[in-house]
């Protein structure tokens, strides 16, 4: 069993700046990829970045340049993200890809707003 909490939302101003935090517990599992999904009012969830164990990070065209996916070591996750717009307002929601299913933490409210 997996269990994952991320911390770090908040209400930021257009511009602002925020860093999300994603911490897997558990044992005896293997991670295949680790990523950042979001669900704005009224829409679909949808990826916002993924890191595969060994690879490089993928980003969706909308955070391109701004987030910043990484993960400290094998059970830490993280995403920052830089020059914040009211449309990156949403639940943010961490998620880990193991062999025999995917985990979903809680999720964290970011609001972008002046």
């Known amino acids: 069993q997996v269990q994952l909490v991320e911390s770090g939302g908040g209400l930021v101003q257009p511009g602002g700046s925020l860093r999300l935090s994603c911490a897997a517990s558990?044992?005896?599992?293997?991670?295949?990829?680790m990523g950042w999904y979001r669900q704005g009012p009224g829409k679909e969830r949808d990826t916002v970045a993924v890191?595969?164990?060994?690879?490089?990070p993928t980003y969706a065209d909308s955070v391109k340049g701004r987030f910043t996916v990484s993960r400290d070591n094998a059970k830490n996750m993280y995403l920052q993200m830089n020059n914040l717009k009211p449309e990156d307002t949403a639940v943010y929601y961490c998620?880990?890809?193991?062999?025999?299913?995917?985990?979903w933490g809680q999720g964290t409210q970011v609001t972008v707003s002046s």
């Open positions: 890191i595969r164990s060994g690879g490089n």
């Open positions: 998620n880990v890809r193991t062999p025999v299913r995917t985990y």
């Open positions: 558990g044992s005896g599992f293997v991670i295949l990829a």
